[in-house]
């Protein structure tokens, strides 16, 4: 081959290179033909559901009341520079180590950043800075599913109430958009548009809440409404952080429990259905010789302190919370008539919340059980084998502060249009059942507001309201590192004593001695419930 030749062959391969390298350029840097490419060049990011949310009987929000943003990064040291002042502390990490991300990615900042040219997408924060019912409400997985309480419960509707939206960008192979383009939103399904309205009122809850910081390390307080049996505000104690559940982990602090819940040795709370039973079976007669000491079946029983208080009939012994006579009440009604009595009042059974939530249904023995002398003696004074749960106490006394019916306490009014709160299917509801005549019934809150005003329950009366209730000491097998024994505090009453309003239970349990008595928190807050309803 010639030299001319060869120059000339030379000159059009690198015609035809440069042709070749041309189209190429021209193909990578034209978005339009990127875009019609494919699905290779688009990269689709799923934005964070929004769960539905939990409201109080008044339609205020008790979740997703701030907003929170999430803002779209790109890509490359330019966007995670601009991003990077407005991400949190705990953000900042996860940005940096995927900075150079082959496809755009969310990342959580402080404000919108629209303003900025940068794709923002509003959220919520799930729980209040100051969390509110966390017991109740409960707490998330990582991956934002519902783990307990209501929550869980509701799992299947607040999981799917807001829209299912994803983020399509068209992206170069290096992860970066497209020249000309942007990011585009759709919705992928369409959500529910639902809530849950419990029956809480968050005033109420509030400061119900803040009694129970100030006067309990371990316990809870329960208020229902008398008229409804909706309760009105469940707190548990301690307290825990449902945005941080690892740190309540590794305390081992039982701080996760919901008290309300749980179950408990009673104690002479449960006094009353010795009373209810005494009345039915034709006992309101019946007094006893207390000495301080009472012997059943080879087994000696005292009152507190071993105090002798001499003749008492069924009012002097709620008054002074005498074990010796209600003791002998019990050996004198029978085992039959006294479990009787109690499954009437809904000891035993659980309390169903929602879903497959429920209380528990504590331990109820029956009338075989009874049967022994010895066993029915500590029954008889709420000790033994009897355990029983917040829920089921105030339950009980909202029997008595009522017409003489039962109605299981509820928490939920049921789920509701989230915009307009109207609701769209009621909490399944319980029809009353008469447990004792009306009349009974205002005869033992005559008796129960006398342990108020003259027996031992005296620090449970409120500042401008009469009151009516029952005391309760519980042992409950566990001690200190001391060796003493650790027990059970309780008050349930309610108020005003006359015409009562409200139910209200208090638990301070596994404590020594209680800086302050469950009866003088039971006064706290009958008197924030007289303040908030302006009396």
């Avoid at 029997?399 to 299981?408: E, K």
């Avoid at 024994?485 to 139910?503: H, K, R, T």
């Avoid at 209680?514 to 419930?529: D, G, I, Q």
């Amino acid at each position: 081959m010639t030299r001319r030749r060869l120059n000339g062959v030379s000159v059009i391969l690198v015609l035809l290179f440069g042709i070749v390298l041309c189209r190429t350029l021209w193909i990578a840097t034209d978005s339009g033909y990127a875009v019609s490419a494919g699905a290779q060049t688009v990269s689709v990011t799923e934005l964070p559901r929004t769960r539905g949310d939990f409201f109080d009987r008044d339609g205020r929000r008790l979740t997703g009341l701030s907003k929170t943003w999430y803002a779209l990064c790109i890509p490359g040291d330019a966007s995670y520079a601009e991003l990077f002042p407005y991400v949190p502390y705990e953000q900042q990490s996860f940005l940096y180590e995927n900075r150079n991300n082959t496809q755009p990615f969310l990342v959580e900042v402080s404000r919108d950043l629209t303003a900025n040219g940068i794709f923002t997408y509003a959220s919520s924060k799930r729980y209040l800075e100051l969390p509110i019912a966390e017991h109740l409400i409960g707490y998330l997985d990582g991956d934002g599913h519902g783990v307990s309480g209501l929550e869980l419960a509701y799992e299947d509707i607040l999981s799917h109430a807001t829209d299912a939206d994803v983020v399509s960008c068209a992206t170069t192979a290096r992860g970066s958009l497209l020249d000309g383009t942007l990011p585009d939103m759709q919705t992928r399904e369409s959500g529910n548009g639902l809530g849950v309205q419990l029956t809480l009122d968050a005033e109420i809850q509030r400061a119900c809440e803040g009694i129970a910081q100030q006067t309990m390390k371990s316990g809870c307080i329960l208020v229902a409404d008398v008229t409804s049996g909706e309760v009105l505000a469940s707190v548990s104690m301690p307290a825990f952080d449902p945005d941080n559940i690892q740190k309540s982990i590794e305390a081992g602090d039982t701080s996760l429990i919901n008290r309300a819940f749980s179950s408990f040795s009673a104690g002479s709370v449960f006094k009353v259905v010795l009373a209810a039973a005494a009345y039915e079976a034709g006992f309101d007669w019946f007094t006893h010789e207390c000495t301080g000491s009472i012997d059943v079946a080879d087994q000696t029983y005292r009152c507190a302190l071993g105090r002798a208080h001499g003749t008492v009939n069924l009012r002097g012994a709620l008054e002074q919370s005498c074990n010796c006579y209600f003791v002998a009440l019990g050996q004198a009604l029978g085992a039959e008539r006294v479990a009787e009595m109690a499954q009437r009042f809904g000891f035993g059974q659980a309390t169903a919340v929602a879903g497959g939530l429920k209380t528990s249904a504590g331990n109820l023995p029956d009338g075989k059980q009874l049967q022994n002398e010895g066993q029915l003696a500590m029954f008889s004074f709420g000790q033994g084998s009897l355990t029983v749960t917040p829920v089921q106490i105030t339950a009980m006394m909202r029997v008595i502060a009522g017409d003489g019916s039962y109605l299981p306490l509820s928490f939920v009014k049921g789920t509701v249009d989230s915009e307009t709160l109207e609701i769209q299917q009621e909490a399944s509801q319980t029809e009353p059942r008469q447990v004792i005549p009306a009349a009974t019934a205002r005869v033992l809150r005559s008796m129960l507001q006398s342990v108020v005003t003259d027996g031992i329950g005296s620090q449970a009366e409120p500042d401008w309201q009469t009151a009516g209730g029952k005391t309760g000491t519980a042992q409950t097998g566990q001690f200190n590192a001391d060796g003493e024994e650790l027990l059970n505090y309780w008050f349930s009453g309610f108020v005003p004593a006359e015409q009562p309003q409200y139910v209200i239970t208090v638990l301070q349990d596994a404590t020594l001695d209680p800086e302050t008595s469950s009866a003088a928190v039971f006064a706290r807050v009958a008197n924030a419930l007289h303040a908030i309803d302006g009396e």
